[in-house]
Each structure stands twice: as C-alpha cells, then as structure tokens.
C-alpha cells in the first residue's frame, strides 16, 4: 500500500436480538395449544466484518464443521470474502430464555450482505432449533427473537390477532401446523419489570420434550397436559388486557400445572417461593428442569435479593418491543 492510502475499511454488520420468556403454553405448544411468549431485554448479538479467513471470537473456525451455523451460512452468507465473526450475549445458556433462538436471528441477519424480512430469519432459525432438538420444536422463540413484543402461536389463526405467518413442520409426532401472531405489549404491562432467577443448572429442551413426548402415552398425564392447553386459551384474551395482578395470578397457576407434568425442579420450585412476595406472580420459562423463572416484580430489587439468598442468579430485565435489528458501523 502506498504512504498516505487509506485502507478501504470494511463495514460491520452487527445484529442484536432479544432473549424470550414463554408466560403460557410452553410443552403443550408442540401438542395443539397455543404459547404466550414475551421478549424480554436480555439481548444476543453477532458481528460480521469481511476478513482474510474464517475467525469466530477471534480464533480460526471453520464454518462447515459448525451444526448451527453452517446451515444458516449456507442460507444466507452471500459475502464473496470469508467473516470474522463475534458473539456476545446476555442470554444464559440453555436455560429456558431462547438464547439458541436469538443468536440464530442475529446471525442470519449479520452474515447476509443485505436486509431479511423477520419471517425469513424466523423461519430459518426454527429449523436449525428442530434440528437440534430432534424435531420437537415449536416456533415460538425464534418468532418472539424477530419479532419481539408478545407472540402467540397456534395452531389455527386467531381473528382477533395480527397474524404474521404460517409454519407446517414435519417431526416425530407427524406433521405440526402453527400460526404466528404478534401483538404489542400493553403498557400497563411494560412498564411492570421483569426478574428472571436463573437456578445454574443448564437444561436440555431435547430432554425435556422427549420425556415428555414418552409420558404421552398415558391417560393422566394427557390430561394434566390438557388443564396447561386450556390455561393457555384463555390466557390469550388475559394478556390483551395487561393486567399484571391478573396475569401473574394465572402465571401462578401455570407453574403449578407445570410441576404436575413434571417439568419443574426442586431448585426452581425454590426460587418461585424466592420470588413471590415481591412479585405479581412468577413460573418456569421454557423446557423446565433446570433454567429460569420468570416474575412480574412488584420490587425488583427485594426479588433479586430474595432469588440470591434462595441460591439463584437474578437478572432485573424489562420486555422488549424491539425483535431482531441491524445495525452497520
Ligand atoms: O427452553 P426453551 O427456551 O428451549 O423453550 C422450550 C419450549 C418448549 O415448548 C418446551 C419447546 C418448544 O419448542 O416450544
């Protein structure tokens, strides 16, 4: 290069997109009921920058030998040089906050070369979340990592809602039809602030939702999954009003249903009893096990107080409208 040429700088394409919590339907989703699902404003981002070789986080990667990436880099990578990748996040891992779904939305976005409708980046990262878990996924994080807001999906459309897509997905249970519809937060309901209690302990959705599809096959267990399914109707109409003593009183119930499947914990049954004084309400977020629970705070404070001396890690959070964006520096 000769003295005084300014070396063409290459753009950065940073991608950020939000964590999930489910507050309804989460399980019962992948048999016909619908799931109510918040983003909440912990956030994963992925930045792209033209490189001379392949690098993630700084060291050398080969895109090909990665499961999750190398899909969404066959989809949607149209750079003609290799990327120098970078990840960071403040979603736990594996721990029920959809931090899989976001970092695919952002990263599909981050390694196009133009802009991705949410559908397309949705749509592609749902398949890469089936695939990780065996086929038994519904959309519900990846819609929710796009889109942000509340999202609903269903199994048929919902009039009252604004419908945004439909999916059909073959799996080991045959094939799932879901209708995705979003709706913004009420604001009597985002102004609530959210604390997440994380217990430490990853938790496998593969797992959870393979023992769940294997206890199926009994009467009772179906019909205890039946009493999530209809909480979960009728929460639909609960969250439109945004009101948080109401919602928490059903997210109570919720979390009760869920221990009767067999997807709570000692650890989060803890920190739910950690949580509810200072809290409208608070349940599991997502495959259970290990992971989160979700509270609408009344004291943010005093309930991250509360999930520290309960032996958990507290996130005070808010729900984020925003779904996945771009940004180039
Ligand atoms: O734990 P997460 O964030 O992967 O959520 C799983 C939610 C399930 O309903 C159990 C599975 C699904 O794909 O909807």
């Known amino acids: ?12 394409r940073r991608a950020d997109a939000p964590g999930k919590a489910i507050l309804f339907g989460e399980h019962a989703v992948l048999y016909g009921a619908p799931a109510i699902a918040i983003a909440v404003d912990l ?31 066959s989809e949607f990578g149209d750079f003609e040089s290799p990327l120098s990748l970078t990840i960071e996040s403040d979603i736990p891992i594996a721990a029920g906050l959809g931090s899989s779904a976001a970092l695919s939305v952002a990263s599909a976005l981050a390694i196009s070369s133009h802009s991705q409708s949410p559908e397309k980046l949705a749509r592609a990262a749902h398949r890469a979340e089936a695939l990780a878990q065996g086929g038994r996924a519904s959309p519900t994080d990846t819609s929710t ?8 999906v269903a199994p048929s459309i919902i009039k009252s809602l604004e419908h945004q897509w439909s999916i059909d997905m073959d799996g080991p249970d045959g094939t799932k039809h879901w209708d995705v519809h979003s709706l913004p937060i ?7 602030p959210i604390v997440i209690g994380y217990t430490g302990i990853p938790s496998s959705t593969r797992e959870m939702v393979e023992g769940v599809a294997a206890r199926m096959s009994s009467v009772s267990f179906r019909l205890s999954m039946d009493d999530v399914s209809n909480l979960a109707r009728s929460s639909i109409d609960l969250l439109k009003t945004g009101n ?3 919602i928490g009183n059903e997210m109570i119930r919720c979390h009760d249903l869920l221990r009767e499947i067999g997807v709570s914990s000692p650890e989060l049954d803890n920190l739910i009893d950690a949580a509810l004084p200072f809290s409208y309400g608070a349940k599991l977020t997502g495959a259970g096990g290990g992971g989160c629970i979700i509270a609408l705070a009344t004291d943010p404070n005093a309930c991250a107080a509360a999930i520290i001396e309960a032996g958990g890690i507290p996130f005070i959070t808010s729900f984020a409208q925003r779904g996945v964006q771009l940004t180039i520096t």
């Open 186 to 192: 009420p604001e009597s309901l985002a102004e609530v």
């Open 244 to 246: 948080p003593s109401l």
């Open 1 to 12: 290069m000769d003295i005084g040429e300014v070396p063409e700088r290459k753009a950065m």
């Open 43 to 73: 956030r994963a981002s992925f930045s792209a920058v033209e490189s001379d070789r392949w690098r993630l986080n700084g060291e050398d990667f080969k895109p090909v030998e990665n499961p999750y990436l190398s899909p969404l880099i």
């Open 145 to 152: 990592s796009a889109l942000g807001g509340a999202v609903i």
